[in-house]
């Protein structure tokens, strides 16, 4: 076979490279950096992923209680959360296994931190430390706040505890026995009734308080209702009656300690349910503290600032690639003479070498 033959689709396809190289015109700059080095990330303080993971884990933990975390996107048929949250009241607390818990949680994570050798750490890392043991003992002071809170909630809400504990069992996915969780929540209906009836007598503050955990109360009620109706054909069948009083005596009363009992606005001090303290809970079969030393000694990625810029980059490339093709308009003619006589001399010099 000739060698101009052997060479010719080589040929031709430089041929037609030179084409669309020239059709394209003068190329924009790609904007990217000729430079990385100082895109890269400067070092984080060692303590920031132990800060971020006590913060979650404990946010986490607490929504495993009634009224322990916003509601809405849990369980098979959960309400998903909405803007008005944000604006929503502060959750009052109802749950004595919650608080307990979760100064279990932070005593475990106080002595943990407190084993973490701080002359091995950066001047930053040793700030971070102090301030997440300074977080740490500001929510073990704001459980024994809510425990008090407790106190004074049960003394308006002494029903509030058979609801709480119908919450938690199906938060910690126990079975349901309808027949008999439509007994509790009948019995509840009739101890509002008999509050709504011959409220307590306390203060403005202590009724505004209670009407508030009423009102969260019953949006809890409501969630655990819509979680089991019309999945479980006993639990709709046992509780649609009950569950339609229940809910309209909470309202009921609801609307009684903010309009009867505030507009009364008795001069008496907070009346504080007679309850034994809260203890705190028994350690866990697991620990609830990872190993924060091997979370401190985790190498950090120096190209993460790189690597999120590299999308930006992109873009501006392609919208500096659109201007030109817009700008361009119609694309330059191919000068036929001059190709010819480009693939003519490509030609001779391919059979010069063979």
Do not use: H
Not at 74 to 85: P, T
Not at 222 to 235: A, I, Q, S, V
Not at 326 to 353: K, N
């Amino acid at each position: 076979m000739p060698a101009s033959r052997r060479t010719a689709p080589f040929v031709t396809f430089l041929i037609f490279l030179a084409c669309v190289v020239s059709a394209r015109g003068p190329q924009a700059p790609d904007g990217v950096p000729a430079d990385l080095r100082p895109l890269l990330a400067a070092p984080q303080s060692e303590l920031r992923m132990v800060a971020q993971r006590y913060a979650l884990d404990r946010a986490t933990l607490s929504g495993n209680y009634a009224n322990g975390a916003a509601r809405g996107g849990g369980g098979r048929r959960g309400r998903a959360g909405n803007a008005d949250q944000a604006s929503a009241p502060s959750l009052i607390p109802v749950s004595p296994a919650r608080i307990a818990r979760l100064e279990r949680f932070d005593a475990n994570w106080q002595a943990a931190i407190k084993r973490i050798d701080s002359s091995r750490l950066t001047a930053q890392a040793r700030s971070d430390l102090a301030e997440l043991s300074a977080t740490i003992a500001a929510n073990t002071a704001q459980l024994a706040e809510d425990a008090r809170t407790l106190g004074q909630v049960l003394t308006v809400t002494p029903f509030a505890p058979a609801i709480v504990r119908l919450v938690e069992s199906r938060i910690r996915v126990e079975d349901m026995n309808a027949q008999r969780a439509a007994a509790t929540i009948t019995e509840v209906a009739k101890d509002i009734s008999r509050l709504t009836a011959t409220p307590p007598r306390v203060n403005a503050d202590q009724a505004i308080l209670g009407a508030t955990a009423v009102e969260q109360l019953r949006a809890i009620t409501t969630e655990w209702f819509t979680f089991y109706n019309g999945y479980d054909p006993l639990f709709t069948w046992w509780m649609g009656v009950p569950y339609a009083k229940v809910d309209d005596a909470l309202k009921g009363y609801a609307a009684v300690l903010r309009g009867k009992v505030v507009a009364e606005n008795l001069a008496m001090p907070v009346s504080v349910a007679s309850t034994p303290p809260i203890a705190i809970a028994a350690q866990p079969p697991f620990p609830d503290v990872p190993d924060l030393n091997e979370i401190i000694a985790l190498p950090q990625d120096e190209m993460r600032d790189v690597v999120s810029e590299t999308p930006v980059l992109a873009g501006k490339a392609l919208e500096r690639a659109k201007a030109a093709v817009a700008a361009r308009g119609q694309p330059q003619p191919f000068d036929r003479a001059a190709g010819r006589a480009e693939l003519d001399a490509l030609i001779a010099r391919a059979g010069s070498s063979a």
